[in-house]
């Protein structure tokens, strides 16, 4: 028997995931009906939930407590800390990470983030090297080239991420009108920590890419300090972040410490985000 294709599997993970992502907000709006209402929110349980679903290859079981990884190590949930936003970003744990949720759909009102409102920035780093690679090598090993409008991208097929930004290219090649946000992109595996930070980035693991620079605007570069981001400014089209959303991925433009050409791979945050939207749209 020929051996099965990984990247038609990863694919058809991917899109099971995100059928069943969108049956159960479907039944969730029915349970649940949407409303401004400071009792609507998404329980811990079930972004974790989640975040099982998004990556089933890699984490095997959610258990009280702790993540259980497919190799059998656990990642605690909460390391019983208090922090502020910047200890979160230092040292996330598992709820950290999940503790702002990304505004998608109805849940998007397009005004600039409230302060050091940046949800998917804040990560936990034991669970992307545990479903990414733990070093340089092992991220390396898993990146696979990804046709980006004539170019060829590396990208990790982590949790299906390659197949992710294909099927973004496959969209906005049909528009293209878009490209010239698109190409030169600025870049995608790199194993190097945040500017000014120690904490590794999602460039690290070949998660992320970057598009075009010339229309990149970034808080550093209007003059900001953590905590103090005095104008929010973007130039690339709303088209272009739905299409990433459409396939699992998260914008940069839609924090507070904002970064307009940064896209990353966090299916489980448009899930939970998803599920946000089916309950009165908390943000936290």
Known sequence: MAAENPHRCSLVRRMRFFAALFV?????????????????????????????????????????????????????????????????????????????????????????????????????????????????????????????????????????????LRAVAKDLVAEPGLKKYLVPSAGTFNWRVVAGT?????????????????????????GGKPGNVPRHRNRFPKRIVDVFERHGFIWGGKWYHYDTMHFEYRPELIAIGRLAEARGCPRS
């Open 24 to 164: 159960g907000v479907a039944v969730a709006a029915t349970l649940v009906p949407p409303a401004a209402s400071a009792a609507s929110t998404v329980p811990l349980f079930d972004r974790l939930a989640a975040l099982q679903s998004a990556y089933p290859g890699a984490v095997a079981a959610v258990e009280p407590g702790a993540l259980v990884m497919a190799d059998g190590h656990r990642i605690a949930v909460d390391d019983g800390r208090q922090k502020d936003h910047e200890a979160k970003l230092a040292a996330a744990d598992v709820e950290d990470m999940l503790s702002q949720i990304y505004p998608i759909g109805t849940c998007d009102d397009g005004r600039p983030p409230e302060r050091n409102f940046d949800p998917g920035r804040i990560r936990d780093d034991a669970v992307f090297r545990a479903l990414y690679g733990a070093t340089r090598q092992a991220a390396e090993a898993d990146l696979v080239a990804v046709d980006w409008f004539g170019s060829k991208l590396p990208f990790t097929r982590g949790g299906g991420a390659d197949a992710a």
């Open 198 to 222: 120690k904490r590794l980035s999602a460039h690290s693991f070949g998660a992320a890419i970057d598009l075009n620079t010339e229309f990149a605007d970034y808080w550093l570069w209007s």
